[in-house]
């Protein structure tokens, strides 16, 4: 099972920082859980450049530029140079914001060029009982998916965050049958770009805690976990993990 830490702007200090690399790494020695954080970009390289540990680092987000002059942007360059081996691509924080499919298409191409391994987020704003969110899901998935190669397909890493699980407690997740179907319906829609013998990486996201992180990995066929407030206090994330464990 993979974690990626997402720790968005939560974490803006050194020392706890530091508390929950150390943490990370010795969970990584002492359960089966692989583990990627993803810090804020200021603070990437402090831990990611020299690292000789088993846990691994991503980017919360890169440019869609390719450098230059671009006052303020974090190219996938200076990423890759910072020690990410993964970027997380299409948070809905980030598509808030203005991360069109296009920009996001153009994102994954500076990742790509330059081997950094795009997790790539899709999520439906809301539940409707018609089935529509499922739509929403294929059509997010389909405009990536058409402007890869299937080389980049291959490598992409799906995060299924279903915006109105985001950010909650345990209680408003997704719950395990619902991440079931889903979880199958983003592996048919991968399925028909890459072929049925091509299996991606595929997270889920959104109000994922201690309490129900077993239930939502057993049967739901998920490969892992992309956690936001559960993966910046030491102590409840490591009880995640151990959870999982
Ligand atoms: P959350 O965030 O775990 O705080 O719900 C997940 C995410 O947005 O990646």
Redesign the pocket.
């Known amino acids: 099972m993979l974690i990626v830490a997402?720790w968005k702007a939560y974490v803006e200090d050194l020392d706890k920082a530091k508390k929950l690399f150390a943490v990370s790494k010795k969970l990584t020695r002492t359960t089966r859980v692989s583990i990627v954080l993803a810090p804020p970009a200021p603070l990437l390289s402090l831990f990611a450049i020299g690292n000789k540990s088993k846990v691994a680092f991503a980017a919360q987000d890169i440019s869609k530029t390719a450098g230059g002059a671009q006052t303020g942007e974090v190219t996938a360059g200076a990423c890759e140079a910072a020690g990410a081996a993964y970027v997380i691509v299409g948070?809905s924080e980030r598509r808030a914001l203005g991360d069109s499919n296009a920009v996001i298409v153009e994102k994954l191409s500076r990742a790509y060029a330059q081997g950094l391994v795009p997790i790539l987020c899709v999520g439906e704003s809301e539940r409707d009982g018609g089935g529509r969110y499922l739509a929403v899901i294929r059509e997010q998935l389909m405009h990536i998916l058409k402007s890869l190669t299937p080389k980049e397909r291959a490598k992409l890493i799906v995060a299924y965050?279903p915006l109105w699980?985001?950010?909650?407690a345990a209680a408003q997740a997704i719950d395990a049958n619902d991440l079931t179907e889903m979880t199958l319906y983003i592996r048919k829609v991968l399925a028909e770009f890459s072929g049925k013998n091509a299996r991606s990486i595929v997270l889920y996201?959104?109000?994922?805690e201690p309490t129900n992180i077993r239930a939502l990995a057993a049967g739901s066929n998920v490969d892992g976990f992309?956690?936001?407030?559960?993966s910046v206090d030491p102590v409840v994330f490591k009880a995640l993990v151990q959870a999982l464990h």
């Open positions: 997402n948070h965050e699980a985001i950010g909650h996201g959104g109000s994922v992309l956690v936001g407030h559960a």
